[in-house]
């Protein structure tokens, strides 16, 4: 069965409780029942993770080789400061797709630079929540068409 891990950096945990005019009302634990709900649909498997700690980010993505199929990364502020991010994606061998709430390329200038875009697969920003429906619907295409 294919396996995601859905995995959610810094401050991501606040979401729905501040800042809605910024990234919305739906908090991560909606979100993430809408994306089991999804994974069900689709017959696969999901885990769904958020921390706030750069190193507990790169050690999910370490533990993924073997273990997952692909990863949805939204590593928040991470994305446009982490070498060490973009570095573990680097060495995992497990295809990674980056995601974002919002539209980071028309914010500012310092959110337009992405150390996770080189690694990645693609990108997907600007669709708040339902980004991470498209987000599983693209790996699983991504995957079927690798297989
Ligand atoms: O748009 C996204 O998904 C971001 O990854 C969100 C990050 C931001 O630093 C990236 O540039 C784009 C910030 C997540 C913070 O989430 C909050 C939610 C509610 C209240 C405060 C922060």
């Known amino acids: ?6 995995l959610n950096g810094p401050n991501l945990n ?3 409780t501040r800042q809605p005019e910024v990234y919305g009302a739906t908090t991560l634990a909606e979100i993430e029942i ?3 709900d999804k994974a069900n649909a689709l017959g696969i498997d999901l885990q769904f993770e958020q921390s706030n700690h750069e190193g507990v980010l790169v050690e999910a993505i370490h533990g993924a080789r073997g273990k ?3 990863i949805i990364l939204n590593a928040g502020a991470y994305t446009h400061t982490s070498v060490a991010l973009m570095d573990a994606i ?9 995601l974002h709430l919002s539209n980071i390329h028309a914010r500012e200038s310092f959110r337009h630079k992405s150390y996770i875009a080189p690694v990645a697969i693609g990108q997907i ?7 991470y429906l498209l987000a ?9 068409e690798k297989a």
């Open 34 to 36: 809408q994306c089991q």
């Open 1 to 6: 069965m294919t396996s995601l891990l859905i």
């Open 125 to 131: 920003c600007g669709l708040g929540p339902a980004g």
């Open 14 to 16: 606040l979401l729905g």
């Open 68 to 70: 997952f199929d692909g």
């Open 90 to 98: 680097s060495s995992a061998d497990v295809p990674v797709l980056e």
């Open 136 to 144: 599983i619907e693209g790996m699983v295409t991504y995957l079927g």
